[in-house]
């Protein structure tokens, strides 16, 4: 089938299924031909449809930042999706899960911006410029495309795949981290689930959000101060079982954790 996309249409069906924590099927199996152009426009429709519940965007999440996931779904950049301050949670805690569909859970260094940064030419080194504090994070994803079997433009039309979001509660300066090098040791119940360190974000967690403010200059947008940005995943994603999860970072950049009921 090559029927042109209703983007409005798909917007509301990944709204609902938001909502009612139903999957749908894959929206590239009715729309075999939809491009990521596409799909950002209806994810920008499906923004429009979260804020008229009165929530308010606070950022943006940065996906697909690992060159495994990039080759697995046959893309050769990053995506991103908005997050919303409905979803934000304090490090400590507890959260549902029940309010998902099948979630997932990430360790992630979260940049909170000063200065607006507007592409294109943006740097990493612009990016720590710009950059207020950093802080560790969790970002829980949760596909609503049915058992997670999605293509790029699945994924980007979903928000990139975003749920919500746990931020720790100590900052941390940029001219305290070797962003390259800060580790990671990310931990269910005491059990350690992933080791990581920062190079596995695009060599440089700088450099994703450095993309994504060249990203946006294509629409003319431009990441503003006062925002928060996800900067990717360190590690795989893991299931989102019930328990008690910590992301500690190396020295610096302390730690997060969150319980999942």
Known sequence: MNEKPNVQTIAQSLY???ENKQA???ITETYPSLTAEDAYQIQRE???LHQQQGRQVIGNKIGLTSEGIQKQLHVYEPDFGVM???F???H???IDSKRMIYPRIEAEIAFLLD???RGPNVTAADVLAATKAVVPSFEIIDSRIKDWKIKISDTIADNGSHWGMVIGSQISTVERLDFRHVGLVLERDGKVLGTAAGAAVLGHPARSVAWLAN???GWGEALKAGSIVLSGSLTPAFDLLPGHYKASFGEGLSSVEVNIK
């Open 115 to 117: 200065k607006d940064l």
């Open 88 to 90: 934000a949670f304090e």
């Open 46 to 48: 499906l923004t429009k």
């Open 84 to 86: 919303f301050s409905d």
């Open 16 to 18: 609902d299924a938001f």
């Open 92 to 94: 400590g805690a507890e």
């Open 24 to 26: 749908i099927s894959p």
């Open 215 to 217: 990203k946006l200059s």
